[in-house]
């Protein structure tokens, strides 16, 4: 049985982390140039293209850019100085921009979130990590009570530009409180922004325009999809934060997820192709605001929605989604939504994750279930 | 084997005795000068201070069961803790209150009907702390404050504002809580991160005997001062009914976190003479006798008796006394002209930048109302 330090211990491997180190270097590289040349106005900006990166290390560069373009950004955390955090993150920034920048933090939860308000309302813009999902409790009544209602206490006049970011979800065969998805709680509360990238192209560009918010961004890095690389386009953002995507076209059922979830159902989309179905996979991003333009656009089509989660499907946020495109999609639906999501449990000893987190095959079951209607 | 030590007694900073007599106890020997460098004036408004506090509360307590306010929190018997630790800070220092330091954010410039506005139930907030002294908005919820001072005394810290030594400019960060409040987490994670970034920070606790109904005793065995101790920084036990003990405590405190010298810890020992709020009954769970006991250490009677020994006419207090009834009668008219919110601030300021629900909902709410009262015809 893995535990956690196996699923970081990746990370270490020869060839793979000496890979990403050498792509995140090529863009310290090419921004050093860029910084050198005298800025003119009328001169182009400088191309960096597209880089292969892990979802880590895209967020890493991300981190990177916020940093440098703001100086009242700081980051906060346990063990993010020297070592970089537990899944290496931040691993640099603290050499890069000094203990002031990046604050190895006392072993807090609620005084991190806590400290942050106050750093916040002296102007910084503080982009906390907890440490896994399911330590972030200690911190809720801060999260809920306080920074949430601050800006609304303040009639406007004390915005509160924090990040908190949160490794979450299954799929790393760790020990209990390290596999939770606890997002549900966070979309739930007023004045919290929630967002998940699914990939590290939008792991680079949200975590940025999270940071620039004047909104508290809960920001939740699906720890299953850290490693794996993909294109990162460092030059074009593409959508808003809070857009949802179509990530794939399909014409006989909606399928709908965020983070880790969207590599599941591109999955189940790929079996089913194979089988004679079509699905259309919409990835999220945003749980609060939900964007449900393209979500509704694609039921509009296919009449039939599938909605999973690794969370727990009880007032999830998956039940609002259902219920939602139910009002609003009543009369294109060819069948009742349906859900797909983790059992209404707690999250169980890893030996079991496979059982209960949603495969491409429960994503079937339930598509199969869906075109039965 | 050796006996451990269970005596946890600590000294306590007195410099008026509950009869008014100046009589510095031997641990107040080294604030003595900061009292003695204080004008006539300064002295005087001190009194004038306390006072404008107590009759605030009549009037408060007055709205309330009038049906004028959903709540009054009264400070009665905690004059001398909150008026002498506001009088030592600075233009340039920010106060966080936690919901009962009434005077303290007058003496900051804070319209008092601000605050009445928050327990009328008309604001979540009330003012804007750039705007009103530095004195940040009340919060709620126990202790949470504590960290929110912390983090912006590190913020004081890391932007170089502190520590340069120009008392001109140099800031710190004073915050109010309570005994109850000191078995919250956020209260020990607040003295933890304060002592780990030596921040310019100054814990006051008025320790008040009372946490709504349950004694100090069930919070702690040991003299709360002694909380600073263990983690690491200066703590003092003051007679909180003793302004200039207040005063020169908290005003000593401040100077070093300013230069510097990180942040400390002030119990301050006090009574609260009434209700926790007009919600609670305390003949329900307290003895006359202990009322009776700590009305002789009146804080204002005794810095009464005090100034007249020093030769304050008749006619100061009468004036002082008119003036806090004028103070508070003008408070109490503006309280009843406060206007009722409109229904968009329900969602104005939820969130900073737009959002789709508010402009949803609030459009939603608005036209059910008014189909309801017929305006939207």
Known sequence: MSLAGDAIRRLDEPGTAEAQHQEVSVTNHSTAEASARPAQQDAEPAVRGVQTLSMAKAITAGLREALRADEKVLLMGEDIGPLGGVFRVTEGLQAEFGDRRVLDTPLAESGIVGTAIGLAMRGYRPVIEIQFDGFIFPAFDQITTQLSRINLRHGGAMPMPIVIRVPYGGH?????????????????????????????????????????????????????????????????????????????????????????????????????AGEGTSLEVVDLRSLSPIDYGPLLESVHRTGRLVVAQEAYGNVSVGSEIAATVAERAFYSLEAPVLRVSGFDTPFPPAALETEYLPSPDRVLEAVDRALAF | MVARERDFTVPTVQLLTPEGQLRPSAEAEPYLHLVEALDDATLE?????????????????????????????????????????????????????????????????????????????????????????????????????TLHATGYAMGIQFDGASGTGDPETDAAVLVYYGDGS?????????????????????????????????????????????????FGMPSVQIDGNDVLASYAVTRQSLEEA???????????????????????????????????????????????????????SAAFFDDVDAEAQDFAADVRRRALELPSPTRETIFEHVYHEPHPLMAEQYAWLDRFERSLDGSDA
Do not use: C
């Open chain 2, 45 to 145: 408004q001190f009194y004038r201070d306390m006072v404008t506090s107590r009759r605030l509360d009549v009037a408060g307590a007055n709205l309330q069961r009038q049906g004028q306010l959903a709540l009054w929190v009264p400070s009665h018997g905690q004059e001398a803790a909150q008026v002498g630790s506001a009088r030592a800070s600075r233009p340039q220092d920010h106060l966080f209150p936690s919901y009962r330091e009434h005077i303290v954010g007058i003496i900051r410039g804070l319209d008092p009907v601000a605050i009445l506005s928050l327990l009328r139930g008309a604001t979540l907030g009330g003012w804007d702390p750039a705007q009103n002294g530095n004195f940040h908005l009340y919060t709620l919820v126990l202790a949470s404050q």
């Open chain 1, 172 to 272: 790393i065969g760790s020990i209990e409180h390290h596999q939770e998805s606890p997002e549900a709680y966070f979309a739930h509360t007023p004045g919290l922004r929630v967002v998940s990238p699914s990939n590290p192209h939008d792991a680079y560009w949200m975590i940025q325009e999270a940071i620039a918010s004047n909104d508290p961004v809960l920001y939740f890095e699906p720890k299953s999809r850290y490693w794996p690389k993909g294109p990162v386009d460092l030059d074009h953002a593409g959508i808003p934060l809070h857009e949802s995507r179509i990530v794939r076209q399909g014409t006989d059922v909606t399928v709908v997820g965020h983070g880790a979830m969207v590599a599941t159902l591109l999955q189940a989309a790929d079996i089913a």
């Open chain 2, 258 to 312: 300013r230069a510097g010298e990180g942040p400390s810890f002030i119990e301050a020992v006090t009574y609260r003479m009434g209700a926790h709020t007009t919600a609670d009954d305390p003949t329900k769970y307290r003895t006359q006798d202990e009322v009776d006991l700590w009305t002789t250490r009146d804080p204002i009677t005794r810095y009464r008796a005090w100034l007249e020994g020093r030769g304050a």
């Open chain 2, 182 to 230: 000191t078995s919250q987490g956020d209260a020990s994670e607040a003295l933890v991160f304060a002592a780990s970034y030596r921040t310019p920070e100054v814990f006051f606790v008025q320790n008040n005997q009372w946490a709504i109904s349950v004694p100090v005793s069930r919070q702690s065995p040991s003299p709360l001062a002694l909380r600073g101790t263990g």
